[in-house]
C-alpha cells in the first residue's frame, strides 16, 4: 500500500504546485537529439565531460562525467505525472527493460514507493541504475530538507541515492542556502552521492557558487528544448563544470507538429520527438524524456542511431523564442 504523505503548505507554495500540476501536460512522445559537434567541442574543453565522442559513438550507455567522478547516464527516464502505484511502477520496469538506466523522480511526484519497487522488481543491480530525487518547496531549511530526504529514501527503499536535487529556488535566499548545507550534510553521511539544483537562474547560481559550498552543485536541471535554449544559464553552468539537464525535452507536447522539426525528422525517417530529443544530445545535456506508453518509452531511446548534420542544427537553434511550456521558478527571486 502507497502511503501518501499529507502537506501542509504556505499559499505561495501551494500556488506554485498547482501552476506547476497545470502546466504539465502528458508527454507521452518520442525523444529528442544530441547536437554532436557542440557536443564534442564541450568534451574537449570541459572537465566534467567523460571523453571526448564523436556524434556516432553516443550510445544508450554513454555516460556524463559529474565533479565528484561519477557517471550520469546522458539519456533518463523521467517520471512526473505518472500515478502512484500500479501505472508508475510497471513504467518504470517497461522503461529498464528497455535499457534506461537513469530514473528520474521527486517528492512532489508522489512516486517514489513505485519508483523504488520498479528497481528492486528488475532484478538490475542497484548500483547500475542512477536514481535522482528531489526536495520541494515545503521542505526547505536545515532540519526539514535532511528529514525529507531520509523520508525520499525510506519511500525508495533505498540505502542511497545517486543525485538530489533542490527542486527549485523559490523559497527564497535564506532557505535555499540552507537547505544546501544540508544536501552537503547528506553527501558527508553518503546517503546522497551528488548534489545539485533545479530550476536555478545564473543570479541563482552565482548566488550559491558566492556562498563558498563546500560541494559545488554538479547538475542544474531546467527545461530545455529549441524554443528555449536558456543560452545564458547553459553558458554559465558550463564554466562552472555544471552539467546541464533538460526537463520537457518535447516542450511537453505543445509543439510536435512545428513543421520545421517535422521536416527535419523527415529527413531522418525519426519523429519530431526523436528529432527533439537528439537535438539536446547533441547540444551535450542530459536528457530526460517521459511517457506512460510502452511503445513510446522505447521510440524516445530509439535515437542512437542517426546524427543532426550541423545544418540541420543551426535550422533547430534558430527556432529560439524564449517558450516556456510550464512553470518557470528561474524568475523567482
Known amino acids: 500500500m502507497i502511503v501518501f504523505l499529507a502537506y501542509k503548505v504556505c499559499a505561495a507554495h501551494w500556488a506554485a504546485a498547482q501552476q506547476f500540476t497545470r502546466f504539465c501536460l502528458k508527454e507521452e512522445c518520442h525523444p529528442s537529439p544530441i547536437h554532436l559537434h557542440s557536443f564534442a567541442h564541450f568534451h574537449n574543453t570541459h572537465s566534467t565531460t567523460e571523453t571526448t565522442m564523436t556524434h556516432t559513438s553516443l550510445t544508450l550507455q554513454s555516460t556524463r562525467l559529474l565533479g565528484s567522478g561519477a557517471k550520469i547516464p546522458l ?12 501505472q508508475a511502477e510497471e513504467t518504470v520496469l517497461w522503461a529498464l527493460h528497455s535499457g534506461y538506466r537513469h530514473i528520474d523522480t521527486a517528492t512532489f511526484y508522489r512516486n517514489e514507493v513505485s519508483v523504488g519497487n520498479a528497481i528492486r522488481q528488475s532484478g538490475i543491480p542497484r548500483e547500475d541504475i542512477f536514481v535522482t530525487t528531489k526536495l520541494f518547496n515545503n521542505d526547505h531549511g536545515y ?30 535566499p535564506e532557505l535555499r542556502a540552507e537547505s544546501w548545507k544540508a544536501l552537503e550534510t547528506l553527501v558527508e553521511q553518503g546517503k546522497v552521492k551528488n548534489i545539485g539544483v533545479s530550476n536555478y537562474s545564473v543570479a541563482h547560481l552565482k548566488e550559491l557558487l558566492a556562498s563558498n559550498p563546500r560541494i559545488k552543485p554538479a547538475v542544474n536541471q531546467v527545461e530545455i528544448h529549441p ?6 544559464i547553459v553558458k554559465f553552468s558550463t564554466e562552472h563544470d555544471i552539467v546541464i539537464e533538460a526537463y520537457s525535452p518535447l516542450s511537453r507536447g505543445h509543439r510536435l507538429q512545428d513543421p520545421t522539426v517535422i521536416k527535419v525528422g523527415e529527413k531522418y525517417n525519426k519523429s519530431a520527438a526523436q528529432v527533439l530529443i537528439r537535438w539536446s544530445l547533441q547540444h551535450g545535456n542530459v536528457v530526460i524524456p517521459k511517457s506512460s506508453d510502452k511503445e513510446r518509452i522505447v521510440q524516445n531511446a530509439d535515437v542512437f542511431n542517426f546524427e543532426l548534420s550541423e545544418d540541420d542544427m543551426r535550422i533547430l537553434d534558430n527556432l529560439n523564442d524564449n517558450y516556456v511550456s510550464g512553470w518557470d521558478p528561474t524568475v523567482s527571486k
Open 143 to 172: 532540519d526539514k530538507a535532511i528529514a525529507a530526504a531520509n523520508l525520499s529514501l525510506e519511500k525508495l527503499g533505498l540505502e542511497y541515492v545517486d543525485l538530489y536535487l533542490i527542486h527549485s529556488p523559490q523559497p527564497g
Open 75 to 86: 539519456l533518463g527516464f523521467g517520471t512526473y505525472l505518472l500515478e502512484p502505484g500500479k
Open 227 to 232: 524554443w528555449l535554449a536558456r543560452k545564458d
